[in-house]
């Protein structure tokens, strides 16, 4: 796909499978709502083929497919109630009067919007417009239903609730959701496959917990979630070099001595004292975070992120052991060294890179 | 400083809406004059509602005010759409050409359309009439475009671009979506450009002017040909009502706007609906009954089992059946049933001249002056005619046949004759100046005196002062008058032909040179005017003939026209409203006998003798004078 002449999506392959919650994830401008709109039909691929039950629906406009879109600020029809909101469809396709009302009330009654037919739009709340949102997609019973980050305009709470209510609705449908977010932890929570793009390109496919747990590159291991991310030697299966020590590890499989990324999740690392530590440091930065602190530990001049329950003083030596299931490694790639690095860190980072929002285009 | 602010808005009300106040308040006064409120009466409504030309006019221009704005409306509202898909580079610059005609003069615009429809219709299709009622709907479809699309645009940007998406998603084909969402997005837009549209059509002169025909003619048009009498009162019941109905227009319109700004109530917004949707139904059905209306109207109006005979005349120079006289164009008509008369006028043999030379109009019969018609003469602007169709030119007095501009008498059949004199107030001017010429230069009447505004009179009358031949070819000559009438310039308190009429009769000025027959007209409204010709000077003695023009369609009838006039018990009738002599044989027999025994209508012969007549001048020399007078008047 390209835009005056750029290329904003490259090789992408992907299939989605029946009554399957897919979620497309990553960073703004990496392409998620681009394919989501080449799957509605609002964009027409320079190259390549949409496949729709086996069938090339390139050429198919978007009110003859059998797909329907949640948009990303609702795009709700101001001039209609909520009831003809959610009955646009079905009037357009011009079905009996009593199939509509019939199922426009089913709609209301999941989304749980009985009572409100006759309410103007701008009269609901955020989180009921997005509810119309949906209803109004669903009721003409799509195969596919598209979600353009249809909750990033909701405040934390309401996006809790819901992510579970779209969870619950995509149960009790059976119908093929597939979901465009920035949010990884939305992403995990919801989604059946996670599809992690960034610049125009799938890094990883796989179940939430294979890619919080098998990143396939620096990319992945940093967008999902935290990683301190390493630079290794493979000396062989089972076992690999870092900061001048050989660890054991899971992995097997790769090439004698092949240089790697190793990911070390911070959650995953825990206190000892520092004589008994595979590795010792020095405490630069603690960070109250509720659940647990961050820790930032200075390592041989390497920082390191740290989330434990254990609180230490800023100045503190400390240990640290390394269990073989807490070590990941991982190829390189193009993102080697460009992730993972706490040198820099700030207790606002969390908050900048989640406020970096995403108007894609 | 808030108390200044509310002052200043106040005073800049007033300021505004006086002279509406005067208008609607004249409008319910039982006299005619504006200064002075005799009483309140409703009798100027009465009186719009029962005359049918008036109605006719307004018909007319609501014909076309509708018309127009719906049409721009629809084509507006698409090009918008259009631009709007547009790149944001192209779309720019498209917006700012649509704005350019807005700006642009309407002076400009009128005569550049209705010079592009008159090479269209007569040099690309050959009509013989191409200004009409078409062109006068494409020249307002025109200039209303714009303001539709200067609406429409924002609306369209402010809406969400992802509503068409999220259309087109449920199952709307692109245009489906524009139906069924785009639309009610910019409705408010579509409906204040269709406003404004409308009042811009409806009292649109200047373009109108240039682009329309003499069949179909709009009020504002006719209006401007008013000003030879004082304007009617039953015109400024109509104009109230104009006013109140653009009034209420714009306050609709105000209030959508709020509406829309505003956020109501969720029960109100429901009633509203309905309303809305009642609203809607009903404003379809008259849509559709106007433009139903409207195409019965053009089809009743084009239909052409009758000739149509095509007039021009000079203003209130025909009997019209107002004050007891006959209205000849009905006693014509009810003569020659299968004729329909279409009557339009023209202030100066000048105007005439442009008028038909300008092309593009249909004209079968004019009535121009002498010089004039040798003139037209020369440059084959006048068929000849057929004398069969004109026996009554028998009636015609020998004096007035082959006259020097026309010798052969091939072109012409006189139709008044007449002279110029100085008309005056006498309660303002002093008796003893009262001698020659020279009163129009007198500097103790400086700003109270009225100059001819065409350049043949305005020289005729330097040359009679100075006893210079009218029909000299001589340049130097011509350098002098236009000298004298440098000199005269300072005193003139405007130049005018038609605009005499309500100057002299309400004291406004006090002298002016004008023909004999307007002179009694005047008089006949003001008592304190009255009418001399110069003592021991010449003056110019003057035959209004009925010619046919090179444009006419319908000859036969034309001639029939002419012949109808050679009665001499309907041209006596004539005289007795446009007060001139009549140049057919018995007719002061039929003229009442104030006029037949007036001397300003008849001058004895002594003084008869002394009058001199325009007689024909080269094309150079016409135009000679022409820059001459123009240079007077810009100086």
Not at chain 1, 110 to 125: A, H, P, W, Y
Not at chain 2, 131 to 141: D, E, S, Y
Not at chain 2, 500 to 513: D, F
């Amino acid at each position: 796909m390209e835009f005056d002449g750029e290329r904003i999506l490259d090789g992408i392959n992907l299939y989605f499978n029946d009554h399957e919650f897919l979620t497309l994830l990553g960073p703004s401008g990496c392409g998620k709502t681009t394919t989501l709109r080449i799957i509605g039909g609002f964009l027409t691929p320079t190259s390549g083929r949409v496949l729709f039950d086996g069938k090339c629906i390139n050429d198919v406009p978007p009110y003859e497919r059998q797909i329907n879109t949640v948009f990303q600020r609702y795009a709700l029809f101001p001039h209609l109630n909520v009831y003809d909101n959610i009955a646009f469809g079905l009037k357009v396709a011009k079905l009996p009067k009593d199939e509509i009302h019939t199922r426009v009330q089913e709609m209301l009654e999941i989304v749980g919007l009985q009572g409100f037919e006759n309410r103007r739009i701008d009269k609901l709340s955020g989180g009921q417009q997005q509810r119309v949102a949906i209803a109004r997609a669903l009721v003409n019973r799509p195969k596919v239903l598209l979600l353009d980050e249809p909750l990033a305009a909701l405040d934390l709470r309401l996006r809790k609730d819901m992510q579970n209510e779209l969870k619950r609705i995509q149960q009790a449908m059976g119908i093929t959701f597939i979901y465009v977010t920035h949010d990884q932890e939305e992403a995990l929570s919801m989604s059946d496959t996670v599809v992690v793009m960034d610049k125009g390109r799938i890094q990883q496919i796989g179940k939430p917990e294979d890619i919080y747990n098998e990143p396939k590159n620096a990319f992945v291991a940093d967008f999902i979630g935290e990683s301190n991310i390493l630079d290794g030697v493979m000396n062989a299966d089972y076992k690999v070099k870092f900061f001048g020590r050989t660890f054991r590890c899971l992995d097997a499989g790769f090439q004698p001595n092949e240089p790697v990324d190793v990911v070390i999740r911070p959650e995953d690392i825990d206190f000892v004292d520092p004589e008994a530590g595979h590795l010792t440091g020095t405490v630069t930065s603690v960070t109250f975070k509720g659940l647990n602190y961050d820790i930032i530990v200075d390592f041989k001049g390497f920082k390191w992120l740290i989330q434990t329950t254990d609180h230490q003083p800023v100045g503190a030596t400390v240990g640290i052991r390394l269990n073989p299931e807490d070590i990941h490694v991982m190829h390189k790639s193009e993102y080697s060294g460009l992730f993972g690095d706490y040198s820099s860190y700030s207790a606002e980072y969390d908050e900048l890179t989640e406020d970096a929002d995403d108007e894609e285009e | 400083m808030k108390k200044t602010n509310r002052l200043f808005t106040v005073l800049i009300f007033i300021f505004l809406y006086i002279p509406m106040a005067v208008l609607i308040v004249g409008s319910f006064n039982t006299g005619k004059n504006l200064a002075v409120f005799e009483g309140f009466t409703l009798n100027q409504y009465r009186e719009l509602f029962r005359d049918q030309d008036l109605l006719a006019l307004l018909g007319n221009s609501l014909l076309i005010a509708i018309l127009s704005t719906a049409i721009a409306t629809a084509f507006g509202t698409l090009s918008a759409v259009g631009i709007y898909r547009m790149k944001p580079k192209l779309r720019k610059a498209v917006m700012s050409l649509t704005n350019i005609p807005m700006t642009n003069p309407d002076i400009v615009t009128g005569i550049s359309l209705s010079l592009l429809f008159v090479f269209i219709g007569t040099g690309l299709l050959g009509q013989r009439q191409s200004l009409n009622f078409w062109t006068l709907l494409l020249a307002h479809i025109t200039f209303n475009l714009p303001y539709v699309i200067l609406n429409v645009m924002p609306k369209l940007q402010q809406m969400n671009p992802a509503l068409q998406d999220a259309a087109m998603d449920l199952g709307c084909t692109p245009l489906q979506s524009f139906f069924k969402v785009t639309i009610h997005e910019i409705m408010p837009g579509i409906i204040s450009g269709a406003i404004m549209a409308f009042t811009m059509s409806l009292d649109d002169f200047v373009i109108s002017y240039f682009v329309t025909g003499s069949q179909f003619v709009t009020l504002p048009v006719k209006i401007y040909s008013f000003t030879k009498k004082p304007i009617h009162p039953k015109i400024y019941a109509m104009f109230t009502l104009l006013f109140l109905l653009i009034f209420v227009l714009m306050v609709t319109m105000n209030l959508l706007q709020l509406r829309g700004e505003k956020q109501k109530a969720e029960k109100r917004a429901k009633d509203e609906s309905k309303a809305m949707r009642t609203f809607k139904r009903v404003a379809a059905a008259a849509c559709a009954f106007i433009l139903l209306l409207g195409s019965v109207l053009l089809i009743a109006t084009t239909r052409q089992d009758k000739v149509t005979l095509n007039v021009m005349n000079w203003g209130q120079n025909i009997a019209d059946g107002s004050d007891g006289t006959m209205d000849l164009i009905a006693a014509f008509e009810e003569a020659y049933p299968y004729i329909d008369v279409n009557y339009s006028e023209y202030a100066s043999n000048e105007e005439l001249y442009s008028k038909l030379s300008g092309g593009g109009l249909v004209v079968d019969l004019i009535i121009p002056s002498d010089y004039m018609i040798a003139r037209m003469i020369s440059e084959d602007m006048l068929l000849p005619l057929d004398f069969e169709n004109i026996p009554n030119y028998e009636n015609v007095i020998e004096t007035y046949k082959n006259q020097a501009y026309d010798p052969e008498n091939k072109y012409s059949v006189p139709y008044t004759w007449g002279t110029v004199g100085i008309i005056y107030n006498s309660k303002y001017v002093d008796e003893a100046d009262v001698t020659g010429w020279e009163l129009l230069w007198n500097e103790k009447y400086k700003g109270q005196i009225l100059m001819f505004d065409n350049s043949r009179d305005a020289f005729g009358v330097a040359q009679y002062m100075l006893g210079l031949d009218v029909n000299t070819t001589d340049k130097a000559e011509l350098q002098k008058c236009a000298d004298v009438l440098s000199e005269q310039r300072p005193l003139v308190q405007q130049y005018v032909m038609d605009q005499v009429y309500s100057k002299m009769e309400e004291g406004n000025a006090w002298i002016a040179p004008y023909y004999a027959g307007d002179a009694m007209m005047m008089m006949e409204n003001n008592e304190d005017l009255r009418f001399y010709l110069p003592e021991d000077q010449a003056f110019n003695l003057f035959i209004d003939a009925m010619c046919i023009p090179a444009c006419c369609q319908e000859k036969e009838a034309a001639e029939l026209f002419i012949n109808f006039m050679c009665d001499p018990e309907i041209s006596g009738a004539n005289m007795d409203y446009i007060c001139y002599g009549s140049p057919i044989a018995g007719a002061d027999a039929y003229m009442e006998d104030y006029l037949a025994e007036s001397e300003i209508i008849y001058p004895p012969e002594e003084i008869l003798k002394r009058g001199q007549s325009y007689g024909f001048l080269p094309e150079e020399i016409t135009r000679y004078v022409e820059n001459l007078f123009l240079q007077v008047r810009l100086n």
